[in-house]
């Protein structure tokens, strides 16, 4: 997988408007994550023809940034900013990485700490923390509602080709406490397929069948909340959405809404 | 030689690095039979005068022989019990006061194969109990004490049971078979379809493959062997607080609920977390472990529970550091600390510390009295041991649940990073993780050559992820295992190998370690993980470990 996307890398020029223009510069492209250490937390970097882009860094569970992980390769989808480089990297921001499922046990660069590179934020150390966590945790939409609730539909944003995961809990509970909130209420899932438009003009579309599997297993994993089966209907399209390589993660969703 | 390492390792006689791989040979031990008599008189001796120098510190219960509870006894628990162990003697603090035994179910036989709750939760084992004094039992019963009853405490029941052979797992290991419903089973009895298919790649004890009892019976059953756990400093074991959410943070699937209440539970009781609360959990273990025929009363269940929720142990005196629960000594140590411990807590963090130990070890002065330098400079190397496990870093690399959990692969962090909750070291909720003691190629193997002599003693499974899924995220789609863990419960592919994580009290009084007894010693335990993480640990950093690991 790598090394074809690797080749196809080669063949065809990126894309993306070039850095200075009116509209913001994108790169999106699969690679191998690298970890530059530093002497406190990691840096995350990739690397993508011949350029070196900073991801983010090692903290806590409280951050937005999920470092991904060695023995995988990438989908990086990112801004170019015009921050100084961090850890000898261009700096992507906004960035969605998500690491391919598949192993690749030829991502496994890790750089060792050198003075030249630190981190300008680091609020966790790369130890015991402080006491408190790296970042306020994200605030609810929902908690401080008063009924009558409404009908509310909440986005669930997935890695490749992956379903639900740890980081989706805090999500599904808020879906799931809202939808406690409303006497009989009813879940309507809709999955979808995403699809990435890379920067070498080629797209990367999740595997056919996946929007099926993450509409039942959240239909599962709500009754397995304690939700009634017969409360939740669940589609999905398996036609892949289409990509033009403009905030492309969002197409590897399900939406739950949730109706009186 | 099992039995001559047994007095070796009971009198601390250094650390064994025989690897004794084969089941028991009778005959083998009826050569060996005069020359272990002449070693046993030796280390006996050695015994006694270890015994001796602990009696004048330690108010240890008697003889050996009354150190062992057994089913109807009879006898009041005291509200406060020492025993002594190679490093020095555990505390079990009975915060109800002392218990009248009799009549009372933890320690009675109340089912059909002679067996109480306290046959595999001694008080001198730190409510636990360990392959040492499984060994004992076994020399002081001739093998008819209920703790080798069929059912789980041999290899597998259809074994000859006189036969200490039949028994390696418990005798060597100090492991309880744990046999489990294949497809697993949800509460309601459904069928869970699974992520992943499983083969039998070789079993010593033969049960997965055993007609009867295997995993192409009539009522297919996967049999995998773990260390019976800790039942004491409960109240942080089942606290429901940090991290506590209907849907579980390290996978997002729904959290398990008290089926009496609804509330949502901690999922941090036994190895796969298949039980919810104290009650479930006393009531399967009485018909499994203990073959109570029907149910348990409802009053049972209260006296059992009540019982293990009032009970704290932890080593109180050290071999070297002495008394661990002096005046301005860790506010950590000793069982009165974790019964006045705030539960719920994570302690990864320099405002509550996993294991406060304040800073009156940190460094100690030297009086010229060799005894009380001595004593000082073990009680340092403790506190160095300390901050080796709460900031030493290393990159934490390819275990389930913690690098994929938000912290990317590897992360730089530390042992207290999985070992986080105050007071115990375990996680503060849903526990298990994937650290490789049982996955290959972690877990510990026999090698196999033609000059090994050496056979494997525990199962061996192949797991394939189905194609419909996506691998296991970091050991790909086949997967080779000791024991599927969390997985037999969830049939999910990436709780393969992930076992709840234990206490980090009593360690003492209950060797071996990790759920399938693969370290003997702390030593074993600390030098897996440095393997394990390419830690690259200096000598004296595991030295200091393991003795900070031996005042817990």
Same mark, same amino acid.
């Given at each position: 997988m790598r090394n074809r996307l690797i080749a196809l890398a080669a063949l065809v020029a990126v894309s993306a408007p070039q850095l200075g223009g009116q509209s913001p510069r994108r790169v999106n492209f699969v690679s191998c994550p690298i970890v530059q250490d530093t002497a406190t937390v990691p840096c995350w970097l990739s690397e993508y023809e011949g350029e070196q882009y900073y991801l983010g860094i090692q903290t806590d569970i409280s951050a937005e940034f999920d470092p991904p992980y060695l023995g995988h390769q990438a989908l990086v989808e990112g801004i170019v900013s015009d921050e100084p480089r961090i850890c000898g990297g261009v700096v992507l921001k906004p960035v969605t990485v998500s690491p391919l499922p598949e192993l690749d046990q030829s991502c496994s660069v890790i750089r060792p700490a050198v003075p030249q590179f630190t981190v300008p934020f680091a609020p966790r150390p790369p130890g015991p923390s402080g006491g408190r966590l790296a970042f306020d945790p994200p605030s609810s939409s929902t908690a401080d509602l008063k009924p009558p609730y409404g009908a509310r539909s909440f986005d669930v944003f997935y890695d490749v080709d992956m379903l639900v995961m740890g980081r989706h809990a805090g999500q599904l509970t808020e879906i799931f406490n809202y939808a406690q909130k409303i006497p009989g209420a009813r879940l309507k899932v809709a999955a979808g397929r995403g699809a990435t438009k890379l920067s070498n003009g080629r797209v990367l579309a999740e595997r056919p069948g996946i929007a099926k599997a993450r509409a039942e297993e959240i239909a599962e994993l709500f009754v397995g909340a304690g939700v009634s089966r017969s409360a939740i209907q669940s589609i999905w399209r398996d036609d892949p959405e289409p990509a033009? +390589?403009?905030?492309?993660? @969002? &197409? /590897?969703r399900v939406t739950v809404r949730v109706e009186p | 030689m099992a039995w001559v390492r047994l007095y070796r390792n009971y009198i601390g006689g250094g650390h064994s690095t025989v690897v004794r791989s084969r089941p028991y040979n009778p005959r083998a031990m009826s050569r060996c039979r005069s020359a272990v008599f002449v070693m046993l008189a030796l280390v006996g001796t050695c015994l006694l005068l270890t015994t001796l120098a602990l009696s004048s510190q330690v108010a240890a =219960?008697? =003889? $050996? &022989? #009354? @150190?062992w509870w057994s089913? +109807?006894? %009879? @006898?009041t628990l005291a509200a406060s019990l020492d025993y002594a162990n190679p490093d020095g003697a555990l505390g079990i603090l009975n915060t109800a006061g002392p218990i009248e035994t009799k009549g009372h179910p933890f320690f009675e036989p109340i089912g059909t194969n002679g067996r109480a709750c306290v046959t595999c939760h001694q008080p001198s084992d730190a409510m636990s109990v360990s392959a040492a004094s499984a060994r004992e039992r076994w020399r002081e019963t001739g093998g008819k004490d209920p703790l080798f009853a069929a059912i789980d405490g041999k290899n597998c029941p259809n074994l000859p049971q006189d036969d200490p052979a039949s028994h390696s797992l418990l005798l060597e290991r100090g492991l309880i078979r744990v046999f489990l419903p294949w497809p697993p089973q949800k509460a309601d009895g459904t069928r869970i379809d699974p992520e992943f298919t499983i083969e039998v790649v /070789?079993? &010593?004890? @033969?049960c997965n493959t055993d007609a009867q009892y295997g995993l192409t019976s009539r009522n297919p059953t996967i049999s995998v062997y773990r260390r019976p756990r800790m039942a004491a400093n409960l109240k942080y074991v089942t606290a $429901? $607080?940090? +991290?506590? #959410?209907?849907?579980?943070?390290?996978? %997002?699937q729904p959290a398990a609920r008290d089926p009496e209440t609804g509330a949502l539970v901690s999922m941090n009781m036994m190895a796969d977390a298949r039980e919810p609360t104290l009650r479930t959990q006393a009531v399967s273990a009485a018909a499994t472990h203990l073959q109570v025929a029907g149910q348990l009363h409802a009053s049972q269940i209260d006296r059992i529970v009540a019982f293990e929720s009032q009970v704290y142990a932890a080593q109180r005196m050290h071999r070297g550091a002495g008394s661990l629960v002096e005046p301005g000594g860790p506010p950590a140590l000793g069982p009165a600390a974790l019964a006045s411990g705030s539960t719920g807590t994570l302690g990864n963090n320099t405002t509550r510390f996993v294991f406060p130990m304040g800073d009156g070890w940190k460094a100690l002065p030297r009086t010229g009295d060799a005894a009380t330098d001595a004593r000082n400079a073990l009680r340092e190397s403790v506190a160095r041991g300390h901050d080796v496990f709460f900031f030493r870093t290393f990159w934490i690399r390819d275990a389930m649940h913690i690098n994929s959990v938000?912290? +990317?692969?590897p992360a730089k962090r530390t042992c207290s990073t999985c070992h986080g909750m105050h007071m115990t070291g375990m996680d503060t909720v849903y526990g298990w993780m994937d650290t490789g003691t049982t996955n290959l190629p972690w877990a510990r193997e026999s090698p196999v050559s033609p000059w090994a002599t050496q056979v494997a003693e525990l199962p061996l499974f192949k797991l394939t992820c189905k194609a419909t899924v996506a691998p296991h995220t970091f050991l790909g789609r086949v997967i080779y295992t000791q024991d599927p863990g969390r997985a037999l419960i969830s049939g999910k592919c990436n709780d393969i190998g992930a076992i709840v994580m234990q206490q980090f009290r009593g360690l003492a009084a209950r060797a071996p370690y990790f759920s399938n007894g693969s370290a003997a010693t702390l030593r074993e335990l600390v030098d897996f993980y440095d393997r394990r993480y390419n830690i690259q640990y200096t000598e004296r950093e595991k030295e200091d470990l393991v003795n900070f690991l031996s005042t817990l």
């Open positions: 033009d +390589g403009v905030d492309d993660w @969002r &197409s /590897r | =219960q008697g =003889q $050996a &022989s #009354s @150190r089913p +109807g006894d %009879g @006898r /070789r079993d &010593s004890t @033969r $429901a $607080a940090f +991290g506590v #959410s209907p849907f579980i943070v390290k996978n %997002g938000g912290l +990317g692969n």
